[in-house]
Each structure stands twice: as C-alpha cells, then as structure tokens.
C-alpha cells in the first residue's frame, strides 16, 4: 500500500481559494491513479475528483466542476486539488486516496490519507 498525507487545509471565505496537497511515500506512486473525496459529519464520503496516473485523465463531481482542478507531480509524489470560487457546502473533510483502478471508477480506492479539514464560511 501508499501512505498519503494530506496538507493545505484550513478556513477561507466564500468565494475564496486553497490549495490541498497529498503527500504519497510507499509503492510506486506514478502507478496509481489518485482521487480526492470529502466527507460531513453524519454523511457518506462523497467523490470530488480523480486523476489518471499520468495526469492526462481526469473526472470531477458535478458539484466542482469548473471550480476544481486535480492534478499531480509525479517527480515529487504530490496531488493537488486547487479549489476556486469556495462555497459554504465545500465544507469537509477532504481525504486523497490511490487505486489501481480507472479514474471514472468511484470504488475501489485501497490506501486513504488522514484528511484535511476545509471550512467555508459565508
């Protein structure tokens, strides 16, 4: 499995940006493709985005689309979800997690972060 630290959350304004990053150590990073979730207390985890291992794939929730961008460094075993135009409903905790699987496959993620808390407020 990969170990995936997440980092760049925090509290921002609506209509405001951040920045996540997912930090990835363990197996080889570059094999995987890599999404972002979120999750609100008392609710299922909900897909945000994902990104192929070569970065040249992604798909996004309805919900982001537009306002999200995944993307990854391979060299430096980073992902990133650069988050624009923030809404009060963005707020979660946002968690990265590697598959082996297709980026249009919402299951089968088999190593998850942490999670970083992101607040929206109004």
């Known amino acids: 499995q990969v170990q995936l630290v997440e980092s760049g959350g925090g509290l921002v304004q609506a209509g405001g940006s951040l920045r996540l990053s997912c930090a990835a150590s363990?197996?080889?990073?570059?094999?995987?493709?890599m999404g972002w979730f979120r999750q609100v207390p008392g609710k299922e985890r909900e897909f945000v985005a994902a990104v192929s291992w070569s970065g040249g794939t992604t798909n996004y929730a309805d919900s982001v689309k537009g306002r999200f961008t995944i993307s990854r460094d391979n060299a430096k075993n980073t992902v990133y979800l650069q988050m624009n135009s923030l809404k009060p409903e963005d707020t979660a905790v946002y968690y990265c997690?590697?598959?082996?699987?297709?980026?249009?496959?919402?299951?089968?993620?088999?190593?998850w972060g942490q999670g970083t808390q992101v607040t929206v407020s109004s």
């Open positions: 997690a590697s598959t082996p699987h297709s980026v249009y496959l919402r299951w089968g993620y088999d190593s």
């Open positions: 363990g197996r080889t990073f570059s094999s995987y493709a």
